[in-house]
């Protein structure tokens, strides 16, 4: 089963909000990431939690706050948001080689996302 | 540092035609990997095939097949018989495996597919 789920899967805040968005999988993975994707653009990393850690942020504002409370869970708090930060919002997971283990890259397999609209 | 480039934005073709979607990638690493992700209209983005550098094998599933070329950088993905379902998004998508720390996955820009019945 490579399932990853969503909720919700649609969201429309107003800027002074503050909602979350949640993750979740059951297929033993230890990585699990958020992503960005804008209309007709790739996907573009924001977090990375290995081991419920989070290991890569790549300069995201402090708007949104990742959360990982256990390995099938995670979570990004939404605070404050611009128009801006309309887009969807995908979240993955993949196995997770241990610190020092063979250099080998795992599938990320993705959630059916996030639409979330600021307004 | 890693490129990937999917030169063909849009691709409209008949349904049952035949249609070979463009990757290449630019990377330093001797030891990488290649993945293909189809984004249907409702969002998901669905693992389709991963493949290692040192594989260079071609590979067939159903309707679908890929073409891996070291010698070219390429990693192209070919839909025999399209049909209407095949409409979506398709992403290539390199992960090097040296320094890599978390994973990360490089993105092509993405084809959009378009089969008209």
């Known amino acids: 089963d490579t399932e990853v789920t969503q909720t919700p899967k649609h969201l429309v805040m107003g800027m002074t909000n503050k909602k979350s968005l949640k993750c979740e999988q059951h297929?033993?993975?230890?990585?699990m990431y958020w992503y960005k994707q804008k209309a007709k653009k790739p996907p573009e990393l924001m977090f990375v939690?290995?081991?419920?850690?989070?290991?890569i942020n790549e300069s995201v504002p402090s708007r949104f706050s990742p959360e990982c409370p256990n390995s099938s869970l995670l979570n990004l708090h939404l605070h404050a948001l611009q128009p801006e930060d309309s887009a969807l919002y995908l979240c993955?997971?993949?196995?997770?080689?241990?610190?020092?283990?063979?250099?080998?890259?795992?599938?990320?397999?993705f959630g059916p996302g996030t639409r979330l609209l600021v307004l | 540092a890693q490129k990937v480039t999917q030169a063909q934005t849009e691709i409209s073709v008949v349904e049952k035609e035949d249609v070979t979607l463009d990757c290449v990638y630019e990377?330093?690493?001797?030891?990488?990997?290649l993945f293909w992700y189809k984004q249907p209209p409702s969002g998901e983005l669905v693992f389709l095939i991963r493949?290692?550098?040192?594989?260079?094998q071609n590979e067939i599933s159903g309707r679908y097949s890929w073409n891996f070329q070291k010698s070219t950088s390429s990693f192209n993905f070919t839909i025999t018989a399209s049909q209407v379902v095949d409409s979506a998004v398709y992403f290539c998508?390199?992960?090097?495996?040296?320094?890599?720390?978390?994973?990360?996955?490089?993105f092509g820009g993405g084809t959009r597919l378009m089969v008209k019945p």
């Open positions: 998508a390199l992960s090097e495996a040296e320094g890599n720390a978390g994973n990360m996955l490089t």
């Open positions: 493949r290692n550098s040192f594989d260079e």
């Open positions: 993955a997971s993949s196995q997770e080689e241990l610190a020092g283990g063979p250099a080998y890259q795992e599938t990320q397999y």
């Open positions: 939690y290995s081991y419920e850690k989070l290991s």
């Open positions: 297929m033993g993975h230890r990585a």
């Open positions: 990377t330093r690493d001797t030891t990488y990997y």
